[in-house]
């Protein structure tokens, strides 16, 4: 993960939530910015790659850590 990626903390958010802040916070970033997003709901295993690549933007799996599912988003060029 980049060391200039911002983190977003969404553990101990449900679905839909987490998806919803995911959102929001990439709407602030420039193109290419990276975001690193931390989540325990078991669902954010699946919905925020779909609303990744929904919404144009790249999402990388990382390793967990313990129950903490990890991704490093990319912001995509979509609005």
Do not use: W
Not at 17 to 24: F, G, K, M, T, W
């Amino acid at each position: 993960m980049s060391n200039d990626a911002k983190i977003l903390d969404l553990t101990g958010y449900c679905c839909p939530i987490p998806v919803i802040r995911l959102e929001a916070a990439l709407r602030t970033l420039p193109e290419g910015a990276q975001l690193a997003v931390f989540a325990d709901d078991p669902v954010a295993v699946i919905d925020i790659p779909l609303a990744c690549r929904e919404g144009g933007h790249g999402c990388e799996r990382q390793p967990d850590k313990g129950d903490i599912c990890v991704f490093q988003v990319t912001r995509g060029g979509k609005a």
